[in-house]
Structures are given as structure tokens and as C-alpha cells.
Nanobody, 123 residues
Framework: QVQLVESGGGLVQAGGSLRLSCAAS????????MGWFRQAPGKEDEFVAA???????AYADSVKGRFTISRDNAKNTVYLQMSSLKPEDTAVYYC?????????????????WGQGTQVTVSS
């Protein structure tokens, strides 16, 4: 069993930055593929980024160049550094984990989920 706890969400102005954290317990983040997804009001879940235990990363086109996913193995924590935020980035952001080294963009491929953290970007 894996428990994931997100933190770091909040309200920020457009152009600003936030760093989300996902603390994992029960399985080390270093041996899992970790992903970030988001869900905006009235919209479906959207893949944001993923980090394989091999070190490879994948990003949605909408965030490429603005968001960076990283991992601190000592803290068993995965981060999502978000910069140049836009109002359309407003959503609840979820951390997810799965076994394997690939980085699928489908929510169904991930086995464990956090409770989510709200990110609101004002214009």
C-alpha cells in the first residue's frame, strides 16, 4: 500500500510560481513512476507530468517549458515546480504512483492517488 499526500497549492497571480510536493509512504518514490494530474471545474482529468524511476520525465504540451517534475529520494517526495502560471492552470492537482518505468498519461494506469491540492491562478 502506498499513501500519497500533496501540499503546496494556493492562490497565485498569473505569471507567478508555485511548487507542489507529494510525500510518499509505504513505497519509495524512487522505485515508482510518479505522475501529476489535474482536474479543472467541469473538465476531465488531465495528465500534467510524470517521472520514471529511471529518471526520465514526460510533460503535457500545455505545461512543457513551464513545469518541472523532480524527486528527492532522501525525503521520498516528488515535486512539481510550476512557473509562468496561467489562469488556465487553475485546477485541483493530484499526485499518483504506479509500478513500472513507463509514464502513461492515462489515470487508469496509476494505482495510488493523493487527495489533491487546489491551485488557483488569478488573472
Amino acid at each position: 500500500q502506498v499513501q500519497l499526500v500533496e501540499s503546496g497549492g494556493g492562490l497565485v497571480q498569473a505569471g507567478g510560481s508555485l511548487r507542489l510536493s507529494c510525500a510518499a509512504s509505504g513505497r519509495t518514490a524512487s522505485s515508482s513512476t510518479m505522475g501529476w494530474f489535474r482536474q479543472a471545474p467541469g473538465k476531465e482529468d488531465e495528465f500534467v507530468a510524470a517521472l520514471s524511476w529511471t529518471g526520465s520525465a514526460a510533460y503535457a504540451d500545455s505545461v512543457k517549458g513551464r513545469f518541472t517534475i523532480s524527486r528527492d529520494n532522501a525525503k521520498n517526495t516528488v515535486y512539481l515546480q510550476m512557473s509562468s502560471l496561467k489562469p488556465e492552470d487553475t485546477a485541483v492537482y493530484y499526485c499518483a504512483a504506479r509500478s513500472g518505468y513507463d509514464m502513461p498519461a492515462m489515470t487508469t494506469a496509476y494505482d495510488y492517488w493523493g487527495q489533491g491540492t487546489q491551485v488557483t491562478v488569478s488573472s
